[in-house]
């Protein structure tokens, strides 16, 4: 069951981004020959700007209603650590599980 929420997640997640850049490819590019401006800039070049801002905006508010949180039970998170000891600098794994 959690996998296929997740499997759902990332489809609608992906299908958003694949919807973002044809967004940005099409208002760059049908709206190149068109001579309207804005306080003298193209307006391909707000739509290509803020609108991609405000479509994006729009795509992770409706990502956010659509997916239900689940509950992914225990896992492992993985953490680098990094430290000194008077001069020399290491790394180091820390691991920590989560209920």
Do not use: H
């Not at 290509?48 to 209603?65: D, K, N, P, Y």
Request: aromatic share 8%; net charge positive.
């Amino acid at each position: 069951m959690r996998y296929l929420e997740i499997l759902k997640e990332a489809k609608m997640t992906g299908l958003s981004l694949l919807t973002l850049i044809i967004f940005w490819l099409l208002a760059g590019i049908l709206l190149s020959g068109v001579e309207m401006t804005i306080c003298n800039i193209p307006i391909w070049a707000i739509v290509g700007t803020i609108g991609v801002w405000t479509m994006a905006i729009i795509l992770a508010l409706t990502l956010s209603r659509k997916i239900k949180d689940v509950d992914l039970g225990k896992f492992t998170t993985a953490a680098a650590v990094y430290g000194s000891d008077g001069g020399n600098q290491f790394l180091c794994a820390k691991a920590t599980t989560r209920e």
